[in-house]
């Protein structure tokens, strides 16, 4: 499970004082990173990211589940989190059609989600600068 605090961390939906999320994915020739504001932890230890302009991440997912992202912001000195795991594609259904409502509702109308990717998190590792082992779960 993922410890709260690392939840909290990646629950931003743009909100102007949390720091961007950062997304990488893979085709099988390249890396791709984007940074994202629409994310959305869920009860179960899973997140929603928006997907409002981001076409290359939503094609290697789909080729390649494997996702990683990061959050890095600073308190009390540089700190983070490092996500890694598995990725859907959402188009369609209660999850995306609730997220794409809260999402044009923050947005004042401005932004409409294309699809929305349900990462399966499997490992969560700390940012802080630090010695030793910094895998959370």
Same mark, same amino acid.
């Given at each position: 499970?993922?410890?709260?605090?690392?939840?909290?961390?990646?629950?931003?939906?743009?909100?102007?004082?949390?720091?961007?999320?950062?997304?990488?994915?893979?085709?099988?020739?390249?890396?791709?990173?984007?940074?994202?504001?629409?994310?959305?932890?869920?009860?179960?230890?899973?997140?929603?990211?928006?997907?409002?302009?981001?076409?290359?991440?939503?094609?290697?997912?789909? /080729?390649?589940?494997?996702?990683? %992202?990061?959050? !890095?912001?600073?308190?009390?000195?540089?700190?983070? @989190?490092? *996500?890694?795991? $598995?990725?859907?594609?959402?188009?369609?259904?209660?999850?995306?059609?609730?997220?794409?409502?809260?999402?044009?509702?923050? /947005?004042?109308?401005?932004?409409? %989600?294309?699809? !929305?990717?349900?990462?399966?998190?499997?490992?969560? @590792?700390? *940012?802080?600068? $630090?010695?030793?082992?910094?895998?959370?779960?």
């Amino acid at each position: 499970m993922i410890p709260e605090e690392v939840l909290k961390a990646f629950d931003n939906l743009c909100h102007p004082e949390k720091p961007l999320v950062w997304v990488a994915t893979s085709s099988k020739d390249m890396p791709h990173l984007v940074p994202v504001c629409f994310v959305k932890a869920l009860d179960d230890g899973r997140l929603l990211i928006g997907n409002v302009f981001i076409s290359r991440t939503e094609q290697n997912i789909e /080729s390649n589940p494997r996702i990683a %992202l990061a959050v !890095a912001f600073k308190r009390n000195g540089w700190d983070g @989190y490092l *996500l890694k795991g $598995r990725a859907e594609v959402l188009k369609e259904g209660s999850l995306f059609d609730s997220f794409k409502q809260e999402v044009l509702e923050r /947005s004042g109308g401005k932004r409409k %989600l294309r699809s !929305a990717l349900l990462v399966s998190v499997e490992e969560v @590792y700390s *940012l802080a600068p $630090r010695k030793g082992n910094k895998r959370l779960v």
